[in-house]
């Protein structure tokens, strides 16, 4: 889309370059032609005065070249920007796609852990049930030894054998014992066999359970180091969510002050017209001054002669509730009725290129020269805001009437000195209702370096 635009931009631009220069060389020629015809003095004043335009025309070329350059770069670093979001995008997706992977596994050892940790509890019970009957058994077989000690082998013999009934019960009895304590001392180790092997089980399932404990630990450090790296891609794309917003309103404002140079010659073609149509004007009246003082002088006739009245312009305001500056005879009228509440200069660490004129009322705010209008649009740093061309004994002027609450003229008109751009307002960058006023010797540009300090213009 962007790159879609910036070609059908730059295929405009082209257009108007070929149109812009082939009205240029009309002009030129026109000048030639009907130069010829008039004095050689108004010639060389007009032509003089076409170079300078000239001059400036191609001096805005190059800062519109330069501009575009600019924009281009900006337009480069923010598909730049794209990139490395659209990378980190799939970086934070894989990083995301392998935390639910090892939750799961994580979630997987705990259950094979727990399970583990039953199977010990089993094991434990096991061998503790186990332990017991061996116990018991021991008794028991302590008891049967104990009799036998106490009534001494030998004893114990001739007990059994004279507790004999007969000689079968004899053998009876003597073999009764034996078995008794062979198989009492059989399953006696039996079960010492038995827990032996459970005693080696809990020792294998213990050390499984060693092992996933070790494994659930590794788990958690992977999705610890994995947290934190999403959250470090995270991080990063607030960054460039940022540097791209930072590069997008450069851009803007690149884009505003390149359009603003655009129309700078469009303005220019027109100060050119109306240049030449004063010119053309002077000369036929000078011609015709001529022609009369020659008629004049051979009539010898004594005529009155004609007082050369001019306009006044509007004194009395014609706002009922606003009052507006008189039209002064100086370069520059005062634009707006008001108190000047910043001046020219450093301000706050920065530079003021113009001069804060604030009134509690809104006033009108009026041209301070004759001109036409160059831009009359809203920005979002001047608000409403009126640039207007001028030019004025061979000088071009360029001034700026920000902040305004309307407009009340358009782009390409031609306005009188006095003549009202608009109202006093509070838009775009500003605090409290004032007007901005900017006046530059030559053409605004983007540095503003052709600011001067309004006050000792105005009178
Ligand atoms: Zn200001």
Redo the contacts with the bound molecule.
């Keep these: 889309m962007k790159v879609g635009q910036k070609q059908r931009f730059k295929g405009r631009k082209g257009e108007r370059f070929l149109k812009r220069s082939s009205v240029l060389s009309m002009t030129l020629a026109t000048t030639l032609i009907f130069g010829g015809v008039f004095s050689y003095t108004g010639k060389a004043q007009a032509s003089s005065k076409l170079n300078d335009l000239q001059e400036k025309q191609s001096d805005l070329h190059n800062k519109r070249s330069i501009l575009n350059q600019s924009i281009d770069e900006k337009d480069g670093e923010i598909s730049n920007i794209m990139n490395q979001q659209n990378f980190v995008e799939d970086e934070i997706e894989k990083l995301e796609r392998q935390i639910a992977d090892t939750d799961q596994k994580i979630k997987e050892k705990q259950l094979q852990i727990d399970n583990t940790k039953a199977e010990i509890e089993t094991l434990k019970a096991e061998i503790k049930d186990l332990k017991e009957r061996i116990e018991k058994r021991n008794e028991v077989l302590r008891d049967r030894a104990r009799n036998i000690q106490q009534n001494g082998g030998s004893v114990q013999y001739l007990d059994v054998f004279l507790g004999a009934e007969s000689f079968g019960d004899l053998v009876d009895r003597v073999s009764a014992v034996t078995t008794l304590v062979s198989a009492d001392k059989k399953i006696l180790d039996e079960q010492k066999a038995d827990m032996e092997k459970l005693e080696a089980d809990q020792k294998k399932v213990e050390e499984k359970l060693e092992s996933l404990n070790n494994m659930l630990k590794d788990l958690e450090d992977l999705q610890n180091s994995l947290k934190a790296q999403n959250e470090e891609k995270k991080e990063l794309m607030k960054e460039l969510a940022a540097q791209k917003s930072h590069i997008e309103s450069e851009k803007m404002s690149l884009e505003e002050e390149e359009e603003l140079l655009r129309t700078q010659e469009a303005t220019l073609e027109k100060a050119i017209q109306q240049e030449q149509n004063r010119i053309a004007e002077e000369e036929r009246k000078a011609k015709e001054e001529a022609e009369r003082k020659a008629k004049e002088a051979a009539a010898v006739t004594n005529s009155p002669s004609t007082s050369n009245s001019k306009s006044s312009g509007s004194g009395g305001s014609t706002e009922t509730s606003s009052a507006t500056p008189p039209v002064s005879s100086g370069t520059f009228s005062w634009p707006a009725v008001g108190t000047v509440s ?1 001046g020219f200069g450093g ?1 706050w660490g920065a530079t ?5 004129i604030a009134n509690r009322t809104a006033v009108p705010i009026v041209a301070a020269a004759d001109g036409v209008v160059h831009r009359s649009y809203h920005s979002s740093s001047y608000g409403n805001v009126v640039f207007v061309i001028h030019h004025i004994d061979g000088q071009t002027y360029e001034t700026v009437y ?2 305004m609450s309307s407009r009340s003229v358009s782009e390409g008109q031609s306005v009188k000195k006095g003549q009202k751009l608009g109202v006093m307002g509070n838009t775009g960058h ?1 605090f409290g209702q ?5 006046v530059h010797v030559g053409l605004w540009n983007g540095a503003k370096s052709n600011a001067v300090d309004p006050l000792g213009y105005l009178n």
């Design positions: 910043s301000r003021h290129f113009g001069i804060d920000a902040h500003s004032h007007l901005h006023f900017e």
